[in-house]
């Protein structure tokens, strides 16, 4: 599976922006789809994930209430909606691809977009 993230750019405070991951390879329908964050001196954390089949999902508790997280399989794309941004929410967001139920861990993912820059100026 091969992913594209995209989406990302500079935003006030109180902002929204989408980010857009498109898969090629692999049956993109048979993967849980995640969305990771990590920022300058910080590890990779988990952001939100959807199953394989739609309709479960799991969010950080820190973007619970802001950030929804969709699929559309017949498009092969993984969106994760943005709103409310806060500074703290800046990072480089990677989309990626497991196949366990609802993945939150990094070492359950084995596939991995490049990331997208997504910048929250207060």
């Known amino acids: 599976v091969q992913l594209q993230a995209s989406g990302g750019g500079l935003v006030q405070a109180g902002g929204s922006l989408r980010l857009s991951c498109v898969a090629s390879?692999?049956?993109?329908?048979?993967?849980?789809m995640g969305w990771f964050r990590q920022a300058p001196g910080k590890e990779r954390e988990f952001v939100a994930v959807i199953s394989w089949s739609v309709g479960s999902t799991d969010y950080a508790d820190s973007v619970k209430g802001r950030f929804t997280i969709s699929r559309d399989n017949a498009k092969n794309t993984v969106f994760l909606q943005m709103n409310s941004l806060k500074p703290e929410d800046t990072a480089v967001y990677y989309c990626a691809a497991g196949s366990r139920f609802l993945p939150k861990a990094v070492r359950e993912y084995a596939y991995w977009g490049q990331g997208t820059q997504v910048t929250v100026s207060s």
């Open positions: 390879g692999r049956t993109f329908s048979s993967y849980a």
